[in-house]
């Protein structure tokens, strides 16, 4: 074995000597897609698939993991402000409103089931899917 052997890359060849190719499958991140953005489609993913496991008398609300264990709001909206901000609009258990805006990499929101508060319970988890799917901007 020669120093030049060791630094010389080598190719895999097949049986008909032809070189083997590897290509790896990265998930698609669309270029015009900002932090933000890109945090929100799948804040709004995950909502909307949460609602699909709730009981008929529970709606989504968020646990705010950064304010301690008491603090929880029924979320009502989200939203992203420029490349890095997610906005969770809301109202507090005693229904005052409540708005949440948090840099991209401080969001730590754990959903879970309050109990419905009006005659029917509120799906945002469509809405949010709606504005993905082409209102343009959900802010």
């Known amino acids: ?14 049986v008909s000597m032809e070189p083997i190719i590897h290509t790896i499958q990265a998930p698609r991140i669309p270029k015009s897609r900002n932090d933000a953005e890109w945090m929100y489609e799948r804040i ?3 909502i909307n698939e949460f609602e699909g496991n709730l009981d008929p008398d529970q709606e ?5 993991t950064t304010f301690g264990p008491a603090e929880i709001i029924s979320i009502d909206d989200v939203g992203y402000w420029g490349p890095d901000m997610i906005i969770f609009y809301g109202h507090d ?6 708005q949440l805006l948090q840099h991209i990499t401080q969001v730590s929101v ?16 469509f809405v949010l899917m709606d504005k993905l799917e082409g209102e343009g901007d959900p802010a």
């Open 1 to 14: 074995m020669k120093v030049g052997d060791i630094l010389e890359p080598k190719i895999a060849h097949s």
């Open 44 to 46: 709004a993913r995950s």
């Open 60 to 64: 989504v609300g968020a646990r705010l």
């Open 93 to 98: 258990s005693k229904g005052q409103p409540a």
């Open 110 to 125: 754990m959903l879970v089931a309050v109990k419905v508060e009006n005659a029917s319970p509120r799906r945002i988890g």
